[in-house]
């Protein structure tokens, strides 16, 4: 690899999302076989406050701020995709009816993070405590390594089911298009189809891996309080709030460590960016070349004139 790039990706419906150093490029391939680029207007907060920039710090500001334009991209794509299909009902569609789809669709995120918290939260802390209670305390030291494990099978379980469907799938196959535009990008080769194509699908800086990295440092965190407060680990109602308050510690941990993934290679950061790479066999798919079509528009249109501005 020549460069290490900070150009990062999303995969959309039928399209792929861009972050580049100073702008953020949407490219989505229309019913009519056209691929629309739009640019999301976004000012980071670590640009305003620099306090926000610090290590770890970073990692949970960085971690929201994707969170929120990966909704909001993800939107656009859903509109933009099915475009003809808009406007064949656009007459029939009112304002109070789009805003009561906006509504539903907040209400459905706001419940997807409360299931989240449900099931990578309290879920494993109560089947735990349901155990230990009936083997009379006497697995409290595995505390962790339970947690951890029905959190594991709960993450990779969830992913392996929904990569079935015909839509998730394609948003994943975008996913490898989007791996393998940038991986041809950091090799300084010319951003063609044939030359994409080529390159490898599983890369070491990826939301999957970071996903991955935080059930393992959530797991390593939280044995280490357990461990010297086990009080509080085996109180249920102290123990959730507390594995809630240690969120952003633990996204920061695990986007330090992808951080270092991609600045250094050796057998430590290979070892670190293993599981996330295992698990993109399952969030990346082999892409057809329309796809790599548009990951290649997406990174042109945020690819710095500076050479230097996006190196990691």
Request: hydrophobic letters at 45%; one cysteine or more; aromatic letters at 8%.
């Amino acid at each position: 690899m020549k460069k290490a790039t900070t150009i990062g990706g999303q995969a959309l419906i039928e399209g792929i999302m861009m972050k580049g150093p100073d702008k953020t490029a949407l490219c989505v391939r229309l019913p009519g076989g056209d691929i629309d680029t739009s640019y999301m207007n976004e000012r980071r907060l670590k640009d305003r406050y620099k306090i926000l920039g610090l290590p770890v710090i970073r990692g949970s500001v960085a971690f929201v701020e994707s969170m929120i334009s990966g909704y909001k991209a993800l939107m656009i794509s859903a509109e933009k995709s099915g475009y003809a299909e808009l406007e064949e009902e656009k007459d029939k569609d009112s304002k109070s009816s789009k805003r009561l789809l906006d509504a539903i669709m907040i209400i459905a995120a706001v419940l997807g993070i409360l299931l989240a918290v449900v099931l990578f939260t309290w879920l494993p802390a109560y089947l735990f405590n349901l155990i230990n209670r009936a083997a009379g305390h006497s697995i409290t030291p595995l505390r962790t390594l339970f947690e951890g494990i029905i959190k594991m099978i709960v993450f990779i379980g969830y992913i392996a089911a929904v990569s079935r469907m015909k839509d998730i799938k394609r948003i994943f196959m975008y996913h490898g298009a989007e791996h393998k535009a940038i991986f041809c990008y950091e090799n300084g080769e010319e951003l063609t189809v044939e030359n994409v194509r080529k390159n490898r699908r599983f890369h070491p800086r990826c939301g999957t891996s970071f996903m991955i990295l935080m059930l393992i440092v959530g797991i390593i965190v939280s044995g280490s309080i357990s461990h010297f407060f086990p009080s509080v680990a085996g109180q249920l109602y102290i123990w959730v709030p507390v594995r809630l308050l240690l969120i952003p510690l633990i996204c920061g941990i695990g986007y330090e460590l992808i951080r270092i993934c991609g600045r250094y290679d050796n057998i430590l950061t290979r070892i670190i960016a293993a599981p996330g790479l295992w698990l993109q066999r399952i969030t990346t798919k082999e892409p057809d070349d329309g796809m790599i079509e548009v990951a290649i528009t997406a990174l042109m249109a945020v690819i710095p004139e500076d050479p230097n501005a996006d190196r990691w």
